[in-house]
């Protein structure tokens, strides 16, 4: 059997593939038969392989079939490759909108290399030993619990941030701000919050450590919930990587929240040990509902509690627009972007540019207006002169950028037809904006035509 390269789109998956009950002759049958028992275990190996590339140790085989490359052994990775390169085969809404986060966040690979069997039967033989056990030596033997423990004895930074993000949302299960800041984290910052609380400064600042098996506090989690707040507030808005890479970036960041971080007084006698919780699997804000340890502070209760951040611009209140801004402003905070995310992108872009537009006109702004990144720009230096306030800096990076949320992404929401946005982005482009459009309405106020 010979090595070679195939591109992920000329692969065929197996139709006959021993997985299924009944023959898979086309693609998307074939994703969805996999996707059908257990569908988040097929995207877990999709973000996997977005992040780490395919697996270098094991590779799929093919054989030709009709003159067509036909995966025998690998399916589940070619079919994951093949999801995130094209997220419509996903029948699935949610499935298929994460396969599409996680191939927009990362370069995942859109070759790989296989081996080339001759026939079916040649390849028997290892497709035997790989998939049914260890076969009196000859097969797979599987490690121990205890050989497994001994492997994962190192931790890594981003796999203590995971396990900080699962005890703050425990702690705090009430605070939904938070448990939405968080969900924006995981997917966007986790690299940052991990580089973070890398540092000892930090971790004592905020007032917990890492033990092996849990978390050592030396607060009550009543006192740690304003700089936990803080911390994640900051993290899924303005504060990137590059501002926290060296020590003295992470020293000057924590004088930024010194008012929120928790006090000495308040320090226990004796630290208390919290132990690591069991279940990692679910999402954030599914382990948070699931915990019993008592939320603290609440933000509010009952029945009715309001859906703060579920919402277009949630918390922005502009007093100093016109009446008609300060209308579509309003009917676009009565969406709630999950259930409405076409037009809840559509809106959001709709408010920035009536926004900046009307502020444009009203003082004057006339030069390098014929694009909405240009008017964005305007209102940004005009509103914040110096580049001073940090609660902009992520509007000017994705306004004047070309990244994966810059305007050209509000554009395409209103005019491609083929663009399905995603939750978290909406989410996202929300949050960001918000601080812009309440300067630009003190501006506004402060500076009147």
């Known amino acids: 059997m010979e090595q070679r390269d195939f591109a992920v789109a000329d692969l065929r998956l197996d139709g006959n593939n021993p997985r299924h009950a009944v023959p898979t002759p086309t693609t998307r049958e074939a994703i969805a038969a996999l996707l059908g028992k257990d569908p988040e275990k097929l995207l877990r190996l999709a ?6 590339g395919v697996n270098p140790t094991e590779f799929p085989i093919v054989v030709y079939e009709d003159n067509h490359p036909v995966v025998i052994e690998g399916n589940r990775r070619i079919a994951a490759l093949k999801a995130l390169a094209d997220p419509p085969l996903v029948e699935e809404p949610r499935i298929r909108q994460m396969f599409a986060i996680a191939a927009r966040r990362h370069s995942y690979p859109h070759s790989v290399r296989c081996v080339v069997a001759e026939s079916r039967e040649e390849a028997r033989h290892w497709i035997t030993l790989r998939h049914t056990g260890e076969n009196e030596g000859v097969g797979i033997q599987p490690w121990t619990t205890e050989q ?3 492997f994962a004895e190192k931790k890594t930074p981003t796999e203590k941030a995971l396990r900080f993000m699962q005890q703050v949302s425990a702690w705090y299960s009430a605070d939904e701000k938070l448990l939405q800041d968080i969900e924006i984290v995981r997917s966007t910052r986790l690299t940052t919050l991990a580089r973070l609380l890398s540092d000892p400064k930090v971790r004592n600042s905020l007032g917990f450590d890492f033990r092996d098996d849990g978390i050592l506090a030396e607060y009550e989690p009543e006192a740690m919930h304003n700089s936990v707040q803080r911390l994640f507030s900051d993290l899924a808005t303005h504060l990137s990587v590059s501002r926290v890479k060296s020590k003295d970036q992470r020293s000057e960041y924590l004088g930024t929240i010194k008012d929120d971080l928790p006090q000495n007084s308040q320090r226990l006698t004796q630290p208390r040990f919290v132990p690591k919780q069991k279940t990692a699997s679910p999402p954030v804000a599914a382990q948070a509902k699931s915990q019993t340890v008592p939320p603290a502070r609440p933000t509010s209760s009952g029945p009715n509690r309001p859906q703060q951040d579920k919402r277009v611009f949630q918390n922005v209140v502009m007093r100093n627009i016109s009446p008609r801004t300060a209308k579509v402003l309003n009917e676009a905070k009565k969406l709630v972007i999950a259930e409405s995310p076409n037009v809840a992108a559509i809106m959001i872009r709709a408010v920035i540019d009536i926004a900046v537009t009307e502020a444009a006109e009203r003082q004057g702004w006339r030069r390098r207006q014929d694009k909405l990144r240009d008017r964005i720009g305007v209102a940004l230096r005009h509103i914040d002169p110096e580049s001073t306030d940090r609660k902009l800096d992520e509007a000017r990076r994705m306004s004047q950028n070309d990244g994966a949320l810059s305007v050209k992404n509000l554009h395409s929401f209103m005019h491609q037809w083929d663009v399905h946005p995603m939750i978290v982005d909406i989410t996202t482009l ?19 035509r």
């Not at 973000?47 to 780490?52: V, W």
């Not at 929300?430 to 009147?448: A, F, Q």
Request: glycine share 4%; charged share 30%.
């Open 148 to 150: 497994k423990t001994r």
């Open 430 to 448: 929300s949050v960001v904006y918000t601080p812009m459009l309440l300067k630009l309405d003190e501006y506004l106020g402060e500076n009147p």
């Open 47 to 52: 973000q996997d392989i977005a992040q780490k």
